[in-house]
């Protein structure tokens, strides 16, 4: 196979002939025109990987010619050949976009190093926009790390409904990556560069919802001393999530239900309407359709919010997973915690893929956050695993009351002796004990203060 083909534009025959015979000869394949309409011609029914350009053509100058061909085969490197003294036009030529120029007579050999170099450098380029490429493709799930079908699915499904505006709906358990999943839609759509709002709705009483949502206007209510936007007016132009929709009071979900029908809104104590172009993430671990049967959740709302669907599946169907889960949670966490912990012993991986994970990937990531913390070496062993695992191993899910008891008490230094990073006379006076008590207790559980010491 020919290491690569070249256009040489010349008007001189003579030395197209020489020109060409000599790169043939170099292994390189050589399509010849002595007119601009031929090197045209070529370019548009033809790939070439280099041109070799005369500046001195018959009818136009080689600059131009140039530039037609960029506009044909734009990443095509040019080199412009120039008689004896015509530098400057070299010169203009390179700035208009030729990789480099030669001046006639030419060395041979300075021919094909010049013609090696410049293919090298349009490999390099085209490789450095292939990655480029490739990270923003990737850029909205940098984070989200997936190897199962079901989850590459879910990303490749996330990548073609990102763009639209329509409302989203993604439900499963709880620590399946639902907050993720809404960020990454966020992060792929248009509005990435313009806010992402998003609002627990489980965690605020009905009250301060509405005004939270929709903003109030000065002395709507007791308290409210100037008036605020909402977040509905704060993620004007980009995206709000709504986070446990299911736990909306149907006050609420009455308003949200004009927003999305009209996108507009009453701010609290307002006459006027505000309007809003936002997107709609929701998010729920509750089943909806039950809520709605229950009378719980407006049946209206839920198919104005159920447009695309998006299920999480819990970590024990796609056990997969686990493992590239692992890699970037220990990766995350010793660079948090300055430490190297690479990789998991083969019994440990073995535990958590056994494991059944009712608490989805937050209880994975948790467990390996704990490792990390936990381990003075570079591999997680299994025993450390086992520490975080035990108490909820279900096949000895009830444990007699003094058993369940220690545990819990070992869990409990454990977590202080880690906020303090071993320090026990902060760690007893939170547990409100003395020092020489907690010394007890630690020694109990075979604990040493040291081993939480953060190392250097
Ligand atoms: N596929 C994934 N890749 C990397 N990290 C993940 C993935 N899925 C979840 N996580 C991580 O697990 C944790 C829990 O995820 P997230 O908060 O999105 O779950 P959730 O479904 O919203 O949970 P909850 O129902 O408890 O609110 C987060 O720290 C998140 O970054
Ligand atoms: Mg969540």
């Known amino acids: 196979m020919a290491l690569g083909k070249i256009l040489l534009v010349d008007d001189d025959r003579s030395l197209i002939e020489l020109v060409k015979m000599r790169l043939e000869a170099s292994d390189y394949e050589v399509v010849t025109a002595l007119r601009e309409e031929e090197a045209i011609q070529a370019a548009k029914s033809q790939l070439f990987d280099l041109s070799l350009v005369d500046l001195q053509l018959l009818y136009q100058d080689g600059i131009s010619l140039m530039e037609e061909l960029h506009l044909i085969i734009p990443e095509m490197p040019v080199i412009i050949l120039t008689a004896y003294g ?54 909205g799930f940098a984070n989200v790390v997936a190897r199962s079908e079901k989850m590459k699915k879910l990303l490749e499904m996330i990548s073609r409904i990102a763009k639209t505006d329509s409302t989203v709906y993604v439900h499963g358990e709880s620590g399946t990556g639902k907050e993720l999943i809404a960020k990454a839609i966020h992060l792929a759509s248009e509005r990435k560069d313009r806010p992402f709002v998003a609002i627990n709705c489980a965690a605020l009483p009905e009250t301060l919802m509405e005004s939270e949502l929709f903003g109030h206007e000065k002395g709507a209510f007791t308290g409210a001393l100037r008036s605020t936007k909402g977040l509905f007016m704060q993620a004007h132009q980009g995206s709000i999530f709504l ?83 692992v890699e970037h949670f220990l990766k995350k966490f010793s660079q948090q915690m300055k430490k190297e912990v690479k990789d998991l012993t083969p019994g440990a991986m073995q535990r958590l893929m056994l494991y059944e994970w009712p608490g989805n990937v937050r209880e994975l990531e948790n467990t390996i956050e704990f490792g990390v913390a936990m381990t003075r070496q570079n591999v997680l062993s299994e025993d450390i695993i086992l520490q975080e695992k035990t108490m909820a191993e279900p096949q000895d899910s009830v444990k007699p009351l003094k058993e369940a008891k220690d545990d819990f008490e070992k869990r409990y230094l454990i977590h202080l002796l880690q906020i303090s990073e071993g320090n026990v006379s902060r760690a007893a006076k939170q547990a409100g004990r003395y020092r020489a008590d907690f010394y007890d207790l630690l020694r109990k559980h075979h604990l040493k203060a040291e081993d939480f010491k953060k190392s250097a």
């Not at 041979?108 to 390099?124: G, H, S, T, V, Y």
């Not at 450095?128 to 850029?139: F, N, P, V």
């Not at 309407?273 to 909806?288: F, S």
């Open 243 to 325: 986070d446990e929709i299911g736990d909306m009071p149907l006050s609420i979900q009455a308003k949200l239900l004009r927003v999305l029908q009209e996108r507009q809104f009453y701010p609290v104590g307002s006459d006027k309407p505000a309007e809003v172009d936002v997107r709609v993430i929701v998010a729920t671990r509750k089943n909806l359709e039950e809520q709605v049967k229950q009378g719980l959740f407006r049946e209206d709302l839920f198919y104005r919010i159920h447009v695309i669907p998006i299920f999480l599946p819990p970590l024990r169907e796609r056990k997969e997973d686990i493992p590239l889960l």
């Open 86 to 139: 015509s530098i400057e036009s070299a010169v203009e030529a390179m700035k208009r976009g030729a990789y480099s120029y030669l001046t006639k007579p030419f060395d041979p050999e300075d021919l094909l190093l010049q013609i090696e170099r410049a293919m090298e450098n349009r490999r390099l380029t085209s490789e450095i926009q292939r990655l480029k490429g490739l990270l923003e493709e990737r850029y």
